[in-house]
């Protein structure tokens, strides 16, 4: 396993519609490698998630979640995302109900903004061994998979914010009044 470069923002990777997961590619030493880096990078990183292009690599590929294996930090109950790997997820149903929220992003390093994204979620794609698979999720889990799908498409976060002059760096975030929500 190894770690790999993230690219920020400004780097053409991150703007490209990402290749399609091939059944040729399910199961290869290559993408199986390519799966393992990612975890380790999202990890080294402290990411809740990675798409393939943030590595250099466009492919419709993405990781989510965090090993919660042997702690108990009790903050993270309310996000807990056991770690997933989907190839090709495409969205077939956003929730018309939205809730605006605050992201971050390893491409965008140091930043945060508030994006409004739907609350539930329906994802279809496949799993590693290349099983098709279905994800409803809600909340913040139904966040962070919007925001890594988005990536896929060449979309980053910043793009999807109703207000800009909530873009913040994060060392400043503890300065801003506790209601930001504006809707
Ligand atoms: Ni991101």
Not at 119 to 140: F, L, M, N, Y
């Amino acid at each position: 396993m190894a770690i790999r470069k993230v690219a920020v923002m400004g780097n053409p990777i991150l703007r490209r519609k990402a290749d399609p997961v091939t059944p040729e590619m399910i199961g290869s030493p290559k993408l199986n490698t390519l799966i393992e880096d990612m975890i380790e990078t999202q990890k080294e990183y402290g990411g809740i998630g990675l798409a393939a292009p943030q590595v250099h690599e466009s492919l419709a590929l993405i990781v989510v979640g965090i090993d919660t294996a042997g702690d108990d930090e009790s903050d993270m109950d309310d996000s807990h995302i056991p770690r997933t790997v989907l190839l090709n997820p495409k969205i077939t149903d956003f929730s018309t109900q939205l809730e605006q929220d605050w992201e971050g992003c390893l491409s965008l390093p140091d930043l945060s903004g508030q994006v409004k994204r739907s609350v539930a979620v329906t994802i279809q794609a496949q799993d590693p061994t290349g099983k098709e698979v279905e994800i409803k999720a809600e909340g913040w889990t139904a966040r962070v998979f919007q925001h890594e799908i988005d990536h896929l498409y060449g979309i980053l976060y910043v793009e999807r914010m109703s207000d800009m002059k909530t873009l913040t760096f994060n060392r400043e975030l503890s300065r801003l009044p506790p209601e930001r929500e504006t809707e």
